[in-house]
């Protein structure tokens, strides 16, 4: 029975007790519970060190990846986030393979040549993530910008955030249709409306679960999907296995099918 990997975000245990922790906290459980990759929260560091989550993480045979707030575009500069060349230095020195970052201020005018010679024999992949703004998480300027990024043939991919999409009410189903194809991670998280108005991540229910197998069949067989919803409870561990199931199995019917 095959399944697909999953990929822990630390932030689904609250900013206040990751913090308080630490992140390499929480490896051993990320690990025990059958996740093979963990997502280090930049916004969440605390006192720890890089090294020694990188070995840890390695000894518990997770895969890393380092998510930072950065945007790569900003607004006044044509050139990327000046900011960038240091954030990538920091993810390698956690062992992160991948790097996600979110898009910022795209327009025509920003020089992706300059970000081209920034990766250049990089060993991190950059990914670029839809987030909850007007700018940086709607679908028309991710289209202009991996049309862009075609052109140049640059080695970028996206990371697609399943429920960002309802901050800025589109359609998740329509942004795989259009952008399917550029994902190389995924974001999983359900959304609702609270009484005070305000949009917030819950775990996904059958309806979420169903839509999201439907979602995926526009990218790639097998892609490496996180939580990035609460993971909350008594039993850590129990909580954490039970989600990493749901995902990793979720278009294993597709999986199995390409193998029969």
Not at 159 to 165: A, E, H, M, V
Not at 197 to 221: D, Y
Request: with cysteine; charged share 20%; net charge negative.
């Amino acid at each position: 029975m095959q399944q697909s990997p999953v990929s822990i975000s630390l932030s689904s245990y609250g900013a206040d007790l990751v913090r308080a922790q630490g992140q390499a906290h929480f490896i051993p459980l990320v690990a025990a519970a059958g996740a093979s990759c963990i997502e280090w929260r930049e916004e969440l560091l605390t006192h720890e060190q890089p090294a020694e989550l990188a070995r840890s993480a390695a000894e518990h045979g997770l895969e890393s990846v380092f998510s930072s707030p950065l945007e790569l575009w900003q607004a006044e500069r044509s050139e990327p986030n000046p900011d960038l060349s240091a954030t990538l230095q920091r993810a390698r020195e956690f062992g992160a393979k991948r790097l996600k970052v979110s898009l910022g201020h795209f327009r025509e005018h920003h020089d992706l040549r300059s970000l081209a010679s920034l990766l250049f024999r990089q060993p991190l992949a950059l990914l670029v993530e839809n987030d909850q703004t007007a700018h940086g998480g709607r679908i028309e300027p991710f289209q202009r910008f991996f049309s862009a990024v075609e052109a140049l043939n640059l080695p970028l991919r996206m990371t697609f955030d399943i429920g960002n999409w309802q901050w800025q009410e589109q359609s998740a189903l329509n942004a795989a249709r259009l952008l399917g194809r550029h994902v190389a991670y995924v974001h999983c998280k359900a959304v609702r409306l609270r009484v005070d108005g305000k949009l917030v991540a819950i775990p996904p229910g059958a309806p979420e679960l169903h839509q999201w197998e439907q979602l995926l069949r526009h990218m790639t067989q097998g892609i490496t999907r996180a939580v990035e919803y609460p993971l909350q409870g008594t039993d850590l561990l129990q909580v954490t296995t039970e989600q990493v199931s749901l995902l990793a199995h979720l278009g294993q019917s597709r999986l199995e099918h390409a193998d029969a």
